[in-house]
C-alpha cells in the first residue's frame, strides 16, 4: 500500500511536469507568434510604397537586388534633413573637393575642412534645411552659406546666419499702474471730527 501510494505520488508528480512543460512550450509559442505577427506588420508597412504587381515574386534574387536599387535612388532623392549620416558624409566630401577647387586651398587645408565637415556632423550643426543648400534632383550640395574659411588663422568656422528672435518681444507690455497717494494728514483730520 505504501510502494502503491508513493508510485502514485510520482505520477502524479510526473504529470504535473509535463504539463508545466506543455504551458512553458504554449507561451514560448505565442511569443514566437507575436514576434512573427509584428514583423509580418512591419513588412506590409515597409511594402506599401511598392506596386502590388512588384511583390509578388519578391523570392527571386534579381527581384530583391532591383528592390534594393531603387530603395537606394528614393533615399538619395530625399531631403537634406532626412538623408542618413554616412550620406551626408558622402556629400560633403563632394563639396569639400568643390570647395577645394573654387577657393584654391591646399592639401592641408582641404584635411582640415574633412574634419571640420565631420566635427559638425557630430555635433549636430549641419542637419537642418536651412544649413545647407542642398539640390535634390542633382543629389550635390550646392552651397553652405554659413562656411567661413579664416585665412590667417587656417581655421574654418560656421557662422550664425540666422538671428534668434528675442522671446521678450513676443510679450506682452508692461501696464502702468497709477498710484495715488492718499495724504495720511488730511484723513487723520476727517477722522477726529466725526
Known amino acids: 500500500m505504501f510502494l502503491e501510494n508513493k508510485e502514485e505520488q510520482e505520477l502524479e508528480g510526473s504529470e504535473e511536469k509535463q504539463e508545466r ?3 512553458q512550450e504554449k507561451k514560448e509559442q505565442e511569443k514566437n507568434n507575436k514576434k512573427e505577427e509584428s514583423q509580418m506588420k512591419a513588412m506590409k508597412y515597409k ?5 502590388f504587381s512588384n ?5 527571386s534574387l534579381s527581384n530583391l537586388e532591383a ?11 530625399e531631403n537634406w534633413s532626412k538623408l542618413s549620416k554616412t550620406i551626408k558624409i558622402k556629400k560633403l566630401l563632394v563639396y569639400a ?5 573654387e577657393n584654391n586651398l591646399s592639401d592641408e587645408d582641404y584635411s582640415k575642412l574633412i574634419i571640420f ?10 542637419q537642418r534645411v536651412k544649413d545647407v543648400d542642398y539640390d535634390r534632383e542633382i543629389g550635390e550640395i550646392t552651397n553652405i552659406s554659413a562656411l567661413i574659411h579664416n585665412k590667417t588663422s587656417n581655421h574654418f568656422t560656421l557662422k550664425n546666419i540666422y538671428k534668434k528672435v528675442s522671446t ?3 510679450l506682452p507690455k508692461k501696464k502702468n499702474i497709477i498710484v495715488k497717494e ?8 476727517e477722522s477726529e471730527e466725526i
Open 97 to 101: 573637393n568643390k570647395y577645394k577647387e
Open 55 to 59: 511583390r509578388k515574386n519578391t523570392t
Open 168 to 170: 521678450v518681444k513676443s
Open 117 to 126: 565637415f565631420r566635427d559638425c556632423l557630430d555635433k549636430k550643426k549641419l
Open 182 to 189: 492718499i495724504n495720511v494728514s488730511e484723513f487723520e483730520i
Open 21 to 23: 512543460q506543455e504551458q
Open 47 to 51: 511594402n506599401m510604397g511598392i506596386p
Open 67 to 77: 528592390m534594393l536599387e531603387t530603395e537606394r535612388i528614393e533615399n538619395d532623392n
